[in-house]
């Protein structure tokens, strides 16, 4: 039953995203481990539809916030509004109490804003004046940024990044998917012919089952070898925390289930280990839009020198 609705998600969705498999399938075992995702690339290529096409899927309720300079936390996160009949405060929720929410271009905002989603992120709950309320359930972002591009934008802070599960940049689609996706979208969006293929219990249910794969303690020393060595690594001035650590432990025990399997094996982390933690590590002398391509490439050194558990 498990994994039949992953597959019917996975089918769902890549029908409407062409050409972004591994995208798709890395975003499901975010969705299915409780974390957030991190859309970095160009514009037009497809980050707004992939939101959309899992929104539609899980029939779960979407809402896409464009960013900009101008916004205040409380256009976000919602804010009281006197009533003079009652001649009390009702709280008016903001576009952060829903299923899925696309924060499209989140580095156009001020820190200010961006700030303001850090306890929806982490906590799935909202406080405003001394009251808090929490979010529904799933509760995923999906954030997208221009990397190309600096002019009038705010850099995420370390701490910003760190609350998102994966930082991924799908890139250009092959020829023969971009073919398909011009003779697809011949006759409209093919995101709008969509329908929901599971509901929010559903999906809740996958994220309890996540939670029972079992992880050998020789890969939990594995993990941890990983970002130690990230720790101690002469090019980085920040390595992997604990809480790296364990959005990593999650997402290999998503990638497991995604892939049928009631435990994780070494290719689990393997697979996640770049997009779960290189955007957290911070490169000695190296400028901010360089820092996740370099990261990159000394984590999958790290992954090559570690030995592998038997």
């Given amino acids: 039953m498990t994994q039949t609705a992953i597959q019917r998600i996975l089918s769902n969705v890549e029908s409407a995203v062409l050409g972004k ?8 075992v975010a969705l299915l481990a409780g974390g957030h995702v991190l859309l970095e690339d160009a514009p037009g290529l497809g980050k707004t539809s992939l939101a959309r096409a899992f929104a539609k899927s899980l029939g779960c309720r979407f809402v896409r916030m464009q ?20 001649g009390e405060f009702e709280f008016r929720q903001g576009p952060v109490f829903t299923n899925i929410l696309l924060a499209d271009e989140i580095n ?10 850090l306890e929806a992120m982490s906590e799935r709950q909202v406080s405003v004046d001394g009251v808090t309320y929490p979010l529904p359930s799933p509760f995923l972002v999906i954030a ?24 991924l940049s799908p890139g250009y ?32 249910e996958l994220q309890k089952q ?7 303690p020789s890969l939990s020393e594995y993990m941890l070898e990983i970002a130690e060595r990230t720790r101690n690594h002469p090019e980085l001035t920040l390595g992997i925390s604990t809480r790296g650590v364990l959005t990593h432990y999650r997402a290999a025990q998503s990638m497991a289930l995604v892939d049928g399997r009631q435990y994780v094996i070494p290719d689990d982390i393997k697979q996640t280990a770049v997009p779960v933690l290189a955007h957290r590590l911070v490169c000695r002398g190296v400028m901010s839009e360089d820092h996740r ?18």
């Avoid at 156009?108 to 989603?117: F, H, I, K």
């Avoid at 190309?148 to 599960?165: A, S």
């Avoid at 689609?173 to 709008?192: C, F, K, M, S, W």
């Avoid at 996540?210 to 050998?216: G, S």
């Fill in 173 to 204: 689609p092959d020829r023969r998917a971009e073919l398909d996706i011009l003779n697809r979208h011949r006759t409209g969006q093919p995101v709008d012919s969509l329908t929901a293929v599971t509901n929010s219990a559903e999906v809740e």
């Fill in 21 to 28: 498999q591994w995208t798709v399938r890395l975003c499901t």
């Fill in 144 to 167: 997208t940024q221009n990397p190309y591009e600096f002019e009038g934008t705010y850099p995420l802070p370390e701490n910003q990044l760190d609350r998102f599960m994966m930082c």
């Fill in 108 to 117: 156009r905002t001020t820190p200010r804003n961006q700030s303001a989603l």
């Fill in 293 to 310: 391509r370099r990261g990159s490439q000394i984590l999958k050194a790290i992954l090559d020198s570690v030995a592998v558990p038997v």
């Fill in 210 to 216: 996540v939670q029972l794969v079992t992880v050998d």
């Fill in 67 to 86: 960013f900009t300079p101008d916004l205040l936390p409380s256009d976000i996160l919602g804010a009281s509004i006197y009533r003079p009949a009652s």
